[in-house]
């Protein structure tokens, strides 16, 4: 009988397992994904609320239209953005001063093709809360400041939801690992085959006539 080797069929059987569970997981992220793009959707159309003086714990801001006052802007940065256009070019975002303790307020104040800092000292704010890579959350007003375009507006839409095409590719390496190391344990094996004993030659016969 042939002998499969044991320690390496082990660990390559535990990895085509953790592959395949990993693409039921993502196949469950999509369904989450769906229904969090749902929950965006509905926040889009619930009241204004006002920005909060703590950081939110979830993302249950995100996308829901909020208030607020910038005292002072404290620092600015510009980042990668659109304007409502589609037009590439830098988002401008003040660090404002609130008189609340806690996170203060981060808020798009608009976009231009230049990253100078706008001219504004402040003020009261409307717009849309969208995601923020450094502090979690910002504020995207609906009026830009003086000499800026009004940035694009945020969409849940934005958000990607690509967990079925990691599922699709988890289950892709488990399929190529198990045939992988099945050709490999066929080749394997072939190696172990004795070679086959060459025929005989018969010996001729005796000649009894000497």
Same mark, same amino acid.
Not at 137 to 151: C, E, H, K, N, V
Not at 156 to 165: A, E, G, M, V, W
């Given at each position: ?41 509905? *926040? ?11 950081? #939110? ?26 304007? *409502? +256009? ?13 008189? *609340? ?15 100078? *800092? ?14 923020? $890579? ?22 849940? $839409? ?18 190529? +690992? ?16 004795? #070679?086959?004993?060459? #025929? ?8 009894? $006539?000497?």
């Amino acid at each position: 009988m042939k002998r499969v080797p044991i320690i390496p069929t082990i660990i390559v059987a535990a990895a085509v397992a953790v592959m395949i569970t990993l693409g039921i997981w993502q196949l469950r992220r999509v369904e989450e994904k769906k229904a969090l793009m749902a929950r965006y959707e509905a *926040a889009a159309n619930l009241p204004a609320v006002a920005w909060p003086a703590a950081p #939110p714990g979830d993302d249950s801001l995100l996308y829901r239209r909020a208030e607020g006052l910038c005292l002072q802007p404290t620092e600015w940065r510009a980042v990668a953005g659109r304007n *409502a +256009a589609d037009e590439v070019g830098w988002s401008h975002v003040a660090a404002c001063r609130t008189g *609340a303790e806690g996170q203060g307020m981060q808020v798009d104040m608009g976009w231009s093709k230049q990253s100078d *800092a706008p001219r504004w000292g402040g003020g009261k704010v409307s717009g849309v809360i969208a995601p923020d $890579s450094r502090h979690r959350i910002r504020l995207i007003s609906t009026l830009p400041a003086p000499g800026l375009q009004a940035s694009a507006r945020p969409s849940p $839409s934005s958000t990607p939801n690509n967990h079925l095409f990691y599922a699709i590719q988890w289950f892709f390496f488990a399929a190529a +690992a198990a045939v992988i190391y099945g050709l490999a344990l066929r080749g394997r094996q072939k190696k172990m085959v004795p #070679p086959a004993a060459p #025929p005989s030659t018969p010996e001729p016969p005796e000649d009894k $006539s000497r």
